[in-house]
């Protein structure tokens, strides 16, 4: 990938990327423009932390900005919670792209599209080796039903479907807060079930689960994570506040955790700082998604048969990488 950002010159109006474009670039092409920026020598540590703006009790707005060699860009989105109950989207917003040269804007993007992306993407892309220890088709339970929920099934299939180290989903149960089975999504070739949370359908599928996917708005650990096999592996990403955590502490501390950052993950994960306070986790027992796609130092190793889990609060320069691929590709034609 060229280090310079594409731009359309002269007074053309400035290109709007739809979400329809944007889920048509998919998760397995997402997940390769991450991988290649982190190979590239990408550091997320570089990354300015986001800036939150609390419109009241409920509803905030985030400020997402990212400078590196992949060009210069920002996200400006919205959280409004009141939303679900209208049936509206919970998170809306742009990204604007800007050329890195001459810092004219290039290309605005759907901020709530490219953020259902990337960030199943950089999951998968975080746990991409430790789903290799999966010999057939894998039992996934995802918490939470929204786009989200629903982007974290796809990627896992996109994902294998182009990487045969990986197996696809065979069963996915979905779980809810309230029953949710009618209006669940249907994709061929995968059983795809409803369960409340804390019901014996949702206790039974955690006990067979291979992967844990917590793409929720909780507040509070989703679940007793002794109900988990020694090889699970977890994916948390509803989380970007260090009192909010959907897994327990005892979960983070016989794991081994990837994260995105780790000055990032001690200030906005919660289940990173909460088993950090109680005791059960070093900074030092880290793994950054860095190390794992580059295979720098133990990070292979730390990846054994145990426990993995990555908890991702979502980092701006994510949103950099995958939408400068977009627009290269939106270029291109």
């Known amino acids: 990938m060229s280090t310079e950002s594409p731009a359309w010159s002269g007074a053309a109006p400035i290109p709007f990327i739809a ?13 390769a423009a991450i991988e290649d920026a982190l190979r590239g020598g990408l550091d997320p540590a570089t990354d300015p932390p986001r ?7 409920e509803a905030s707005m985030l400020y997402m900005p990212s400078r590196t060699t992949h060009g210069v860009g920002v996200k400006l989105i919205t959280h409004n919670p009141r939303n679900a109950a209208a049936g509206r989207r919970l998170i809306n917003g742009i990204y604007v792209f800007f050329d890195s040269g001459t810092l004219a804007p290039a290309a605005v993007l759907d901020g709530s599209a490219l953020t259902t992306l990337r960030a199943p993407a950089v999951s998968v892309t975080a746990v991409r080796q430790a789903l290799r220890r999966f010999e057939t088709r894998t039992d996934v339970v995802i918490f939470g039903a929204g786009p989200q929920g629903v982007g974290h099934l796809d990627a896992l299939r996109d994902i294998a479907d182009k990487d045969r180290d990986i197996t696809a989903p065979a069963t996915v149960t979905f779980v809810t807060r309230h029953d949710r089975r009618g209006d669940l999504p249907h994709r061929a070739g995968v059983r ?33 994570s002794s109900l988990l096999g020694e090889r699970a592996v977890t994916i948390a990403i509803g989380s970007h506040h260090p009192e909010v955590s959907e897994l327990d502490a005892a979960l983070c501390g016989r794991a081994q955790v990837i994260v995105e950052d780790i000055a990032t993950a001690l200030r906005e994960s919660g289940e990173v700082v909460q088993a950090a306070r109680a005791g059960l986790l070093e900074p030092d027992d880290l793994v950054t998604i860095a190390d794992v796609v ?17 908890s991702g609060s ?12 977009i627009v290269e590709s939106a270029q291109a034609g």
């Not at 990846?303 to 993995?308: C, F, I, K, T």
């Open 19 to 31: 979400a329809p474009e944007i889920e048509r670039f998919g998760y397995a092409r997402a997940a």
């Open 51 to 57: 800036i939150t703006t609390h419109i009241d009790d």
């Open 192 to 224: 795809i079930e409803g369960a409340v949370n804390g019901s014996v359908q949702a206790i039974d599928a955690l006990r067979a689960a291979d992967v844990v996917v917590c793409a929720s708005n909780a507040s509070a650990p989703l679940f007793d």
């Open 294 to 310: 580059r295979g720098r130092g133990d990070a292979g190793s730390k990846l054994g048969s145990g426990p993995v889990v990555f």
């Open 314 to 325: 979502g980092m701006a320069w994510q949103d950099l990488v995958v939408a400068r691929a």
